[in-house]
């Protein structure tokens, strides 16, 4: 047996990691998306659309390890919710953002509609559900009425976690720019959610007579 005496261990080093591989490994299990996430907060301040595989590239770049497309998508979910707030936080927070809109430009336009909350059968008062809400900035109320005499609507379907349909109506100037000038979020693409926008389109935006309609 070797004595005590005269070995020793080394129990920490505090200088900077310089072993690199040959190859790039597969994923670590201790490289989890919390760490990856606090890693790329700023990319994904700079860019909140950046895409998954920019993930993945940045990840090898730093940690020379590939980690799994999962495992980057969930990261950069974790980090656009610290730096943006949370699902809940920013739906909750959306009558503030309807009164700082009232607040900032009184002539913008901002139509919702509410519904009664239940929990198994249960109704829960003092609670209320966002059904629908229709709004148009006034700078774009303003610029429709210097466009030509066409309006174009479409609908796209939302993949968040709550889910639903964005509805929008675009003119074009006279420059042939396509001028966005009202918008929707609604449960899906029925009568009455298009009733519900068309409604609020005519009585607040295309207010003037002979303008054309074109949809899919």
Known sequence: MISRKHCWVIRRYNGSHTCIRA??????????????????????KADPSLKVKSVIAEVQSKFNYTVSYRKAWLAKQK??????GG???????????FEAMYHKEPSTVVHFETMPAYQSDDLVTDIRVLRRVFWSYYHCIRTFRHCKPIV?????????????CLLVAVSQDDNNNIVPIAFAIVEG??????????SNLRQHV??????WLISD
């Open 206 to 211: 295309v207010t003037r007579d002979g303008v």
């Open 23 to 44: 190859n790039i490994s597969q994923d670590h299990s201790k490289l989890d998306s919390i760490t990856i996430a606090e890693v790329i907060k700023p990319l994904v």
């Open 152 to 164: 174009q609507v479409e609908g796209t379907h939302l993949y968040g976690k709550y889910k639903g």
């Open 87 to 97: 699902w809940e936080a920013s739906y909750e927070a959306l009558p503030i953002w």
């Open 189 to 198: 693409e029925t009568s009455d959610e298009w009733h519900f926008f068309l």
């Open 79 to 84: 980090a656009v919710e610290k730096i943006y």
